[in-house]
């Protein structure tokens, strides 16, 4: 399986209900995060699943890059990525999910970083995951414990010249 990690885009600072997770993308945050999908795409990127955290900003995230990309299916939700997820819960996500050739995953920090050193190095890995910004990984194994290869980690600016 190919992982294709994605960290929101930019969003507001304080959600109008004042909870963190209600909080949405910016302006900003709303065409960067477009601007990657679209490059995403013309890279010919193609997910056979997309996992989300349910929080707002993740979540629209995860709906533009579905819509820019054409991805048809129905996007999954779940708790195991939000802010200060667990490793242990995100590889039990991971094999729940084996049957996917491609995946992609949109959370938040410090768990994407946390995902990917965990992932890619066991957990020796220091990243700086930014707003927008996608790392891919190649999984080597599952089971018992998930491992992969880290592919490429590209900040949103990189993508500027895809798009």
Excluded at 38 to 65: C, H, K, N, W
Excluded at 110 to 115: A, V
Excluded at 133 to 147: D, H
């Amino acid at each position: 399986m190919i992982l294709y990690l994605m960290r929101h885009g930019i969003a507001e600072d304080i959600s109008s209900t004042g909870r963190d997770a209600d909080r949405v993308l910016s302006t900003k945050g709303t065409l960067r995060t477009a601007m990657v999908a679209r490059a995403l795409g013309r890279m010919e990127l193609t997910f056979d699943r997309i996992i989300s955290s349910p929080y707002a900003r993740a979540r629209q995230t995860a709906e533009i890059v579905a819509r820019v990309t054409g991805f048809g299916a129905e996007i999954l939700f779940d708790q195991r990525i939000v802010p200060h997820a667990g490793f242990d819960e995100f590889c039990d996500m991971l094999r729940e999910n084996d049957d996917a050739n491609s995946a992609l995953i949109t959370g938040h920090e410090p768990s994407m970083s946390r995902f990917i050193s965990g992932l890619s190095a066991g957990g020796h890995l220091m990243i700086d995951v930014k707003k927008a910004s996608v790392t891919a990984i190649q999984l080597l194994r599952l089971r018992p414990q998930p491992a992969g290869a880290l592919l490429w980690s590209l900040p949103p600016r990189v993508f500027d010249s895809v798009a």
